[in-house]
């Protein structure tokens, strides 16, 4: 959903984007790239940072893009152009979606350099990539069914999606370096602190550097649209969406003028009131679910059409599928609907 209180953020670089195979200069060493996808949300941006690793310089790259010819190509054409001449150094990947940790095998492999990310999205990464957890196939097909998807051909399409993370992650870095709440990487000349966010991913790894003023979020904060907060099948009772409120409220210690890189949209500066509006939208959608399960027991896929007011494709159907049942867990485990499995098999929550 579209931002409604977008005028509360400014966009210093106005409406200026890089094209396929560009990198834009944002601060002395800090360069923007703008990778496609293939869904509604048609782009990831990733960073290059100016980096020195063991008397070597060159480049940390932040993100990666899916594992697709166009993102490889993207991506020589910016190695060509926009590396002056250096090496990559190292791999910063924030959390294990495909979108960010597509193509690190084949960067790690291309500049024989290390992968750094959290042990638990680096283990995930490595799970999902041989076996699709949480996206598709079976065991995904049955979780949206006890929770109403009743649909024969969506589930069919779920069922035939267990390809779905290989497909876009084919390999996973043999290994890595580990990145933690709270640790600082110096890149360059600037040190950049580790912030770990739950609820979007297991545990999410944002970077904030003091002396730039700088936070690139990954998925954490974004401009436009709303993090997706999902209860996938592997964790069925899951509450990852009061993660990831505690999460957002951990990060208004950072200073209010914060410049902020998200993986999607523009970089923009309102950091505490974009937080603010990311917990008033969950709140609103909590008080509306309630209102909902006090009319009548209510099913996941019953709350759709409240939810997510535009026609949704399957893809966007399975991440509102899982942010549904996010916004019952909550309720349901902080004691504000109960939950009950009915004679179908379907999970209905009351007020």
């Keep these: 959903m579209a931002n409604p209180r977008e005028s509360e953020l400014t966009y210093p670089l106005g409406d200026v984007l890089p094209g396929p195979g560009e990198a834009l200069d944002l601060l002395p060493g800090l360069r923007w790239v703008r990778m496609g996808l293939p869904f509604a949300l048609d782009h990831i941006n990733l960073w290059l940072l100016r980096d020195a690793i063991d008397g070597r310089e060159g480049w940390t790259i932040v993100d990666c893009g899916i594992h697709s010819d166009a993102t490889k190509e993207n991506w020589e054409r910016v190695f060509a152009e926009r590396l002056d001449g250096l090496p990559v150094l190292r791999v910063i ?170 993986a999607h949209g523009k970089p923009f500066r309102g950091l505490h009131a974009r937080i603010d509006q990311l917990q008033q939208h969950h709140q609103e959608r909590l008080a509306e679910v309630i209102e909902a399960c006090a009319a009548k027991p209510c099913q996941a896929a019953e709350l759709l059409p409240m939810m997510f007011r535009r026609p949704l494709d399957l893809h966007q159907t399975t991440f509102a599928m899982g942010e549904a049942v996010a916004h019952l867990n909550r309720l349901w485990l902080g004691g504000q609907l109960r939950r009950s499995l009915d004679a179908d098999g379907v999970y209905r929550f009351s007020a």
């Design 93 to 262: 990947v924030t959390h294990f979606h495909p979108d960010h940790m597509g193509l690190a095998h084949w960067l790690t492999e291309r500049w024989q350099c290390r992968l750094w990310i959290s042990a638990t999205d680096y283990q995930l990464a490595k799970l999902a990539s041989s076996s699709t957890v949480g996206m598709g196939g079976e065991a995904a097909a049955a979780f949206f069914g006890s929770h109403g998807l009743s649909d024969p051909a969506a589930l069919d399409k779920i069922r035939g999606r267990a390809s779905y993370y290989p497909s876009m992650v084919p390999a996973i870095p043999a290994t890595f370096r580990r990145l933690m709440d709270g640790m600082t990487v110096r890149i360059g000349d600037h040190d950049w602190r580790c912030l770990v966010g739950y609820g979007h991913a297991p545990e999410h790894i944002s970077l904030f550097s003091e002396t730039l003023g700088v936070m690139i979020s990954g998925d954490m904060v974004l401009p436009r649209i709303s993090t997706n907060v999902s209860v996938v099948d592997v964790e069925p009772e899951a509450d990852p969406l009061q993660l990831y409120l505690d999460s957002l409220a951990r990060l208004t210690v950072l200073p209010a003028d914060t410049l902020v890189l998200p």
